[in-house]
Structure formats: structure tokens, C-alpha cells
């Protein structure tokens, strides 16, 4: 019965849109009126307002959808959402600043002698407005009153011009920073948790473990990935702009000619290209560097954009003025000196006392001052001229209360879908598809594809994503990285601006071309474009590092990257060592020979035992590496069997499971039965669903259980051979990597023994409670030094010794502390000369091989090849 309300809640939705109401409204009212219906439904024919939901009831499910969107604000790590209306903000401001203007302009004149350069300007225009302003409709608008009538003029094919127009008008949707790219990074954080759950779950019912390696999880995103993750797939999609313009105009001139520059290719004219070019440009870079760079969050990064687009739309108000470009000269100059100043010196106020840096603090608040009065000034210009800075605060407040609006609707609405089963039903008919993944992966982008016919991009983001992105992030066959998928969803949404009837951007153009260019001329110079966008979704799909490779390249090169022993980097990593260790093996048996010449006796036994485990652990190293080979080749051939039961036997597997839980709904629903009849029907439906579990269990070959176990028998050998490998070398390093350290704590050790003999000596006048609180003290000094805990230890066993008022074995341990000292002191004062030369020399060698494992971070020569590594997806469903 829940499915007929699922088709209700459908129906509504469509209808409620058909006839006109706002989405805002539209999509929790829907929401409300069929779970409201189901309620009542239920109430008066059982009596019971829950019986035709899936699980609860209409109460926790409409409170489900407000609670969902208020967990938004109220997780201070998920403020994505916060960026909104500062790149709502930025994009209005500088659609007002009129630079799109500029900027066609001038490109036109430097692209259009090239054959169809008039659409290659238009292309590229687009591509600028969209990583600055982002809004389709004033970039369609812009570029219909200023291009098209040239290109009219210039004898363009109407249907090329209207949809080269129509295209790069839309590119503001997928070239970051975007609007949807911060939308979909908002849900799909959201269901990456979900599918971090799901396949959680499915570890535990495959594996019978309740601690799932987090290697295996979900990949999820953010808003700041999704934007590097988007900006190659944004040039690919440009750049099958410019091919297909520039094809078109060479096959056939006549469609696109060449288009001489009237003023010729001056200084004067490249002053105003430069002119045009440098403001975007430099807005470009300090909100995508910013983040990029990781200066900045997203969040930050709009704030930085907000105030860009006010300066410049302060100098462009005052345009033709000597003082318009005042306040922009001061900002610039503000920055770029307290750029230098951070560069060149510690502006920390907090250690102007250690640093004495009080010039160049002062400086540094005069520039923040000039920086403040240069956006002050540039606030009130567009205050006071053309009413630009009111308007544009009611236009951002229209425009974010709309996306947020529509937000809340939609989370009313998922909540709604799932009350009713929705997502079961979702999950149950994609993983039924045969194909796998991937089949279910192209019916759920065409899906989306045809919704772009009717709906919005926000409408689409917030309601299907939120059902179909956990099913599909939980496939362990495909793993896909939640950006991957984002990006893929935003390539996809975009053409919703293009597909008619109700395709935005066709009715922002019609709205401002000529009447000489007809509907169809608009509807059908925008169906090229529409495959163009169709193969860069696949070009996209078939090359996953487009996506990937910048969100892991800038990740694992930033400040908090991960150390190469993240279970995440270990695949790739093992990777690059299995090749570097087979390399390098005679280096590598050099360095491990020069450990062995290291001169022990002057050591501690303790420490000379710590340099011997490690030669031994490091000689062990290559050995272990070829039994995991062995193992990993053993493996592979148990694959084969396994693996050609495995889907079929998951999916048999989990039919049963459905099996099952329909039985204990059933039992329940038995027990509830008001009548026999009732009751005799379930049980009858009882029966019919075990008979099916038991001929589905029948169903499961003989030769499965023998695989399995055979194959998770081998994979305990492999995962041994490699805790052995790793344990090797892992302990290589970190052994010899603490007697450096222990050497290196020479100076502190010498520092601090004149403050021991101090401590010591002032016992004698102290009576014992004191003599504890002294010692407890030292304790505390001396555990802070490397190597002091042999020393530490000691005072310890003193104090104990004063607590029971037994003077003379305290003074015993204090005589031993003080010997113990020289004895540290001594035996390093060998070692720095003789020991510290060969360990630093062999740490140097090797630690780009086997003690690689033990850095703070992948090398910098590591970072290229490991984030190429982890741009594929690697299918682990065996794992499953």
C-alpha cells in the first residue's frame, strides 16, 4: 500500500508544478498533503494513522524533515551552505559593474579574424563570466543584447549563434565557484554518511567483523573539492565548445565567417584587453587560489570574492572619472604590502615581545587600515551611485531566500519518499538491474537528463540526489569518490538550462534576441550543444582523474596531508615501494651494511639493542616483500573462483535478507490481524515468502562455501605476509629514528644538569612533604627532555622514598640520578661524532624506500604519482 502513496506523492509534486506553484511551496506541500492522507487513510480503516508507512509515523517524519534541515546549522563542520549568499553576492555585484560588456567587446575584437571567432569570444567570455559571476541568466541576457546582434550582423547561422549563446551562458553552473557545485557538495556530504552506513552494514553481514577498515569507506567531499574537482571538467567542456565552433566554421565558412577587427591589433587596443581581462582575472585567482591554496575556505574564499566584486564595481560605476580607480590602487596596494610584510617577517602580536617586529606590525595596520577605508570607499560608491549596492542586497536576499526555501521543501519532501519506502524501493530496482554499477549508474544519469526537460537544477540537486547518491556511493564494485559523482551530477544538471520546453536559458535569450530569430531557430541551435555536453559527461565518466586528481593532488601537497601510513594512501603507496624496493635493492643493502658498521659498544645495551633490531628488521624487509608477492599471486588464482560466484551469491544473499525482514513485518502484522480471515491471508503470505527464501538458499552452488573459504583463507595469509612486511619496516625507522633523537637530546640534557644539582642541593633544607612537591617537579622537567626517563624514573623512586620518610634509600636514588646524568651525558658525547653521522646518512637513504612508511608526509616527487593512483576507482567488492 505504501507504494500507491509513493505514486501519490509523485503525482502531486508534478501536479502542483503543472499548475504553476512555487517549488518552495510545491514540494513540502506535496510532503504534507500525502502524508496527511496516508494518516487518515490508515485511521480509518485500521485505526491506525502509522499503518501504511514503512516504519514510524506521520509525526516523526514531518518533524524528520524540518529536524534534517536545522542539523544543517546547528554541525558546525557542515557550514557549506554559508557560502551561498556571498557568491549569490558576488555574481549580482559584478553582473552590475557591467564587465561582461567589456569583456565581449574586446574579445571580439581579438578573436574574430579567426574563422567562427565572434562564438569562440562568446565561448570564452562565458567561461570567465562563469568563474566570476556564475549566474546564467544576467551571462545569456549580457551576451544576447551585446553578441548576438553582431554576430547577426556578421552573418552567423542564427541557430550556431543563438546556441553558442544559449551554452556559454550555462557554464556558470559547472566552472567553480557555482552555486550547484556547493548545493551537491552540501547533499552529497550528507550521503556519503548514509553510504559510509550502508556499506558498513554490508561488511558486517558479508564478513561477520563490526569494524569495517577504513580503507573500505566512502570517500566523501566538499565544497572546496567539488570546486577543483569540477575545473577540469569545465575546461574539457569549453574546449568542446571551441572544437565544435571551430570545426563548423572551417567545414562551413559560411555559418561562421571571420570577422576583421575594425581598430586593428594596436597598443591601444591591447591596453583595453588588458584592461578588460586583468580585474576578472585577478578576482579569479584570489577566490579559486585562496581555496586552492588552502588559505582559505570556501566560505572565506566568498567573503573574499564579495569584496572583490565591490571594488571592482567601484571603479567601474565611476568610469571615465580620474578618481575611479582610487580605491581599487589603494586595495591592491594594501594587500600586496601586507602580503610582503608576512612574508618577510612574524606579525604575530602575541610575540612582539620575543620578535621586537614593531615596525613592521605597524606597517602591517596601516595597510589593514588603507585595505578597510579602500572597501569602505568602494561600499559607499555603490551605495550612493545608482542605487547598485540596494538593489543588490535585495536581489542576493531574493535569490538565497529562494535556494534555501527550496531546501527546506526538499528535505520535507526526501523525508516524505522515505516514510513511505521510497528508498527501499529505489535501492531494490537499481541493484536488481543486471549490469551491475555501471547499468545502474547510466539509468540514474538518465533519469536526471530527462527531469532536466521539466525541473530546475536546485530542484533536481535536493531531491534526487539525496535518494540515489547513497545507493550509489555504497557500491563497493565501482567505489566512486562522492566528488567524482558530484561532478558527474553537475556536468549533467547543466543541460537542464539547455533542454526544452522549459530550458531556461532558451527563454533568456527569447527574451532579449530579435524577432528575426525564430523559437526554432534558438530550440535547434542548442541540440548540438546538448551532445556536446552529452560527450564531455562522457569523456568525464571514462577518465575519472579529470575529476579526482586535483581534490587528491592539492590534499595530500597541503599542510594537514596525510602521512604515508594512512590506511587511505596504503595501496598506492605499496604500490610505488614494491617498484622502488626492487629498484633500489643494492642501495638499499649498502645502507643497511653501513648500519652494521655503527660502533655499539659505545651505547647503552638498551639502545645498541634498538640499532641491531633495526638492521635486522630492515634486512628482513626485501624477504618479506617477495612472500607477500607470493601470496598476492596465490590470491589472484583463489580469485577466479571466487569471484565468478560472488555477485550472483550477494545478490542471493540479499535477497533473503529482504526475504526476512518481509517475514517478521508479516509476523507482526499477523499478530495485529483483527480478523481470521486477515490473519489467515498473512500467514498464507508467510508461507509463500519462506517457501521462496528456501528455494532461494537452495539456489546458492554447492561450490560456493568451499571458494569462499578458500579464498578468505589465502587473504589470511596475504594480510599476515603484510603486517610483517609493514611491522618491518616500520620498526627499521622508528628504532633508528628514536636513537636519534635520544642523541640528539645531548644539549638539552646538558642544559638541564645544572638545574638537577640545583634541585638536588635544595632538598637538604627542606622537610619531606616538600621534598615531594620539589621532586614531583623535577620529574616533570626532566620527562619533557628526550631520553630523560631513565633520570625521571629515579626521582621518582626518590620521592616514593621520602613519602615513606626513608631519607637514606632517597638520597640513594638522588646520587643515582645525578651519576645517571653523567653517564646520558657521557655516552652521547661518543655518539655525536661517531653514531649520529651513519644513522642520519642511512635515515637519509632510505627514506624515500623502507622508511618511506615513517614520514611526516609523501615527498613532494611522491605526491604526482600517488594522487594519479587514487583518481581511479578500484572495485573491492571481494572485499564485501
Same mark, same amino acid.
Given at each position: ?67 534534517? $534541515? ?38 571580439? @575584437? ?8 565572434? +562564438? ?37 547561422? #542564427?541557430?550556431?549563434?543563438? +546556441?553558442?549563446?544559449? %551554452? ?77 565552433? &571551430? ?21 591601444? $587596443? ?108 568602494? *561600499? ?19 535569490? *538565497? ?7 527546506? +521543501? ?18 531494490? $530496482? ?25 525541473? !530546475? ?8 540526489? #539525496? ?83 586535483? #581534490? ?50 659505545? &651505547?647503552?645495551?638498551?639502545?645498541? @639493542? ?50 526476512? *525482514? ?45 571458494? %569462499? ?8 595469509? &596475504? ?11 616500520? !620498526?627499521? $625507522? ?26 638536588? %642541593? ?63 651525558? %657521557? ?31 609523501? #615527498? ?21
Amino acid at each position: 500500500m505504501e507504494l500507491y502513496f509513493l505514486f501519490l506523492l509523485f503525482v502531486v509534486m508534478m501536479a502542483a508544478l503543472g499548475l504553476g506553484f512555487p517549488v518552495a511551496f510545491a514540494l513540502p506541500g506535496a510532503a504534507i498533503l500525502t502524508i496527511g492522507l496516508a494518516s487518515l487513510t490508515g485511521w480509518l480503516i485500521a485505526g491506525d494513522v502509522k499503518m501504511f508507512f514503512a516504519q514510524d509515523g506521520p509525526v516523526e517524519w514531518l518533524s524528520a524533515g524540518v529536524m534534517n $534541515f536545522r542539523a544543517i546549522y546547528y554541525d558546525f563542520e557542515r557550514d557549506t551552505l554559508i557560502a551561498i549568499p556571498l557568491f549569490i553576492f558576488m555574481g549580482i555585484m559584478l553582473q552590475r559593474s557591467r564587465i561582461a560588456e567589456d569583456l565581449l567587446m574586446t574579445m571580439a @575584437g581579438l578573436f574574430g579574424p579567426v574563422p567562427g571567432g565572434l +562564438g569562440i569570444s562568446v565561448v570564452f567570455v562565458g567561461a570567465l563570466l562563469a568563474a566570476t559571476t556564475g549566474i546564467v541568466g544576467a551571462t545569456v541576457v549580457a551576451m544576447g543584447l551585446i553578441s548576438l546582434p553582431s554576430m547577426m550582423r556578421n552573418n552567423y547561422s #542564427p541557430s550556431l549563434a543563438s +546556441g553558442t549563446i544559449c %551554452a556559454s551562458g550555462t557554464l556558470g553552473q559547472i566552472i567553480p565557484p557555482s552555486i550547484v557545485l556547493i548545493i551537491l557538495a552540501d547533499q552529497l556530504g550528507s550521503a556519503s554518511d548514509q553510504a559510509s552506513a550502508m556499506r558498513q552494514s554490508l561488511y558486517r553481514e558479508a564478513t561477520g567483523e563490526f569494524s569495517m577498515p577504513s580503507a573500505l569507506d566512502v570517500t566523501s567531499t566538499s565544497a572546496g573539492d567539488m570546486f577543483l574537482g569540477a575545473f577540469l571538467p569545465g575546461m574539457v567542456l569549453v574546449g568542446v565548445y571551441f572544437a565544435y565552433i &571551430l570545426i563548423t566554421a572551417l567545414l562551413k565558412p559560411n555559418m561562421a565567417p571571420a570577422v576583421p577587427n575594425p581598430d586593428g591589433f594596436t597598443k591601444a $587596443f591591447f591596453g583595453r584587453v588588458m584592461f578588460s581581462l586583468v580585474p576578472p582575472l585577478v578576482l579569479i585567482f584570489l577566490v579559486l587560489g585562496s581555496i586552492i591554496m588552502g588559505i582559505a575556505t570556501v566560505n572565506q574564499a566568498g567573503a573574499i570574492g564579495a569584496v572583490g566584486a565591490t571594488i571592482m564595481a567601484g571603479y567601474k560605476l565611476r568610469e571615465g572619472n580620474r578618481d575611479a580607480v582610487y580605491p581599487a590602487v589603494l586595495a591592491f596596494g594594501s594587500v600586496v604590502a601586507i602580503y610582503v610584510l608576512l612574508s618577510l617577517f612574524d606579525l604575530n602580536v602575541k610575540n612582539l615581545a620575543i620578535t621586537q617586529a614593531y615596525v613592521p606590525v605597524f606597517l602591517a595596520v596601516i595597510a589593514s587600515i588603507t585595505l578597510v577605508i579602500s572597501i569602505g570607499w568602494s *561600499t559607499w560608491r555603490t551605495f550612493k551611485l545608482e542605487n547598485t549596492l540596494n538593489e543588490v542586497m535585495i536581489e542576493t536576499a531574493k535569490t *538565497t531566500s529562494m535556494v534555501f526555501i527550496i531546501l527546506l +521543501g526538499a528535505t520535507m519532501l526526501t523525508a516524505a519518499f522515505r516514510g513511505f519506502g521510497g528508498e527501499e524501493y529505489v535501492r531494490d $530496482f537499481l541493484q536488481g538491474l543486471p549490469g551491475g554499477f555501471w547499468s545502474q549508474f547510466i539509468v540514474v544519469m538518465a533519469v536526471i537528463f530527462i527531469l532536466g526537460f521539466f525541473l !530546475d537544477f536546485i530542484e533536481i540537486a535536493v531531491v534526487v540526489v #539525496p535518494i540515489v547518491a547513497p545507493i550509489l556511493l555504497a557500491d563497493p564494485s565501482a567505489n566512486i569518490t562522492a566528488v567524482w559523482l558530484g561532478v558527474m551530477i553537475g556536468v549533467n544538471i547543466q543541460t537542464s538550462f539547455l533542454t526544452p520546453p522549459f530550458g531556461f536559458a532558451l527563454f533568456y535569450l527569447r527574451g532579449v534576441a530579435s524577432k528575426a530569430i525564430s523559437t526554432i531557430s534558438i530550440y535547434r541551435g542548442v541540440v548540438p550543444f546538448i551532445i556536446l555536453q552529452l560527450i564531455a559527461l562522457a569523456i568525464v565518466g571514462a577518465v575519472p582523474p579529470l575529476v579526482n586528481y586535483l #581534490p587528491n593532488r592539492f590534499y595530500l601537497s597541503s599542510f594537514n596531508a596525510p602521512p604515508p601510513q594512512n590506511p587511505r594512501l596504503q595501496q598506492c603507496v605499496e604500490d610505488y615501494l614494491a617498484e622502488a624496493l626492487t629498484q633500489n635493492q643494492q642501495s638499499i643493502n649498502d645502507s643497511i651494511a653501513m648500519l652494521g658498521t655503527v660502533n655499539l659498544d659505545i &651505547l647503552p645495551k638498551k639502545v645498541a @639493542g634498538k640499532i641491531s633490531d633495526a638492521q635486522k628488521n630492515a634486512g628482513a624487509v626485501l624477504g618479506h616483500l617477495e612472500d607477500v608477492q607470493g601470496a598476492e599471486a596465490v590470491l589472484a588464482e583463489a580469485t577466479i573462483t571466487y569471484a565468478s560466484f560472488h555477485s550472483d551469491v550477494r545478490a542471493i544473499e540479499r535477497d533473503i535478507r529482504k526475504l526476512e *525482514t518481509q517475514i517478521k513485518r508479516k509476523k507482526r502484522e499477523a499478530l495485529a490481524a483483527r480478523t481470521e480471515e486477515d490473519k489467515q491471508h498473512i500467514t498464507e503470505e508467510i508461507e509463500e515468502a519462506m517457501a521462496r527464501q528456501q528455494a532461494l538458499e537452495e539456489s546458492i552452488p554447492a561450490e560456493w562455501e568451499g571458494a %569462499a573459504k578458500d579464498y578468505q583463507a589465502k587473504q589470511k595469509v &596475504l594480510n599476515t605476509a603484510n603486517r610483517k612486511y609493514r611491522r618491518a619496516m616500520d !620498526d627499521s $625507522f622508528a628504532n633508528v629514528d628514536e636513537v636519534i633523537g635520544l642523541i640528539n637530546a645531548s644539549d638539552a640534557l646538558k642544559a638541564y644538569q645544572p638545574r638537577l644539582d640545583e634541585h638536588i %642541593a635544595a632538598l637538604a633544607a627542606m622537610n619531606n612533604e616538600d621534598r615531594q612537591v620539589a621532586l614531583k617537579e623535577a620529574e616533570k622537567e626532566i620527562g619533557a627532555i628526550t631520553g630523560g626517563s631513565d633520570i625521571k624514573s629515579l626521582l621518582s623512586k626518590a620521592r616514593r622514598a621520602y613519602k615513606k620518610d626513608d631519607s637514606a634509600k632517597a638520597e640513594g636514588f638522588l646520587a643515582d640520578a645525578k651519576s645517571q646524568m653523567t653517564n646520558e651525558l %657521557a655516552w652521547r658525547a661518543d655518539a655525536v661524532t661517531s653514531v649520529l653521522p651513519l644513522l642520519e646518512s642511512y635515515q637519509a637513504q632510505t627514506a624515500d624506500t623502507i622508511g618511506l612508511r615513517g614520514q611526516d608526509r609523501l #615527498p613532494s616527487f611522491l605526491v604526482p604519482r600517488i594522487s594519479t593512483c587514487r583518481s581511479q576507482h578500484r572495485d573491492i567488492s571481494l572485499q564485501f
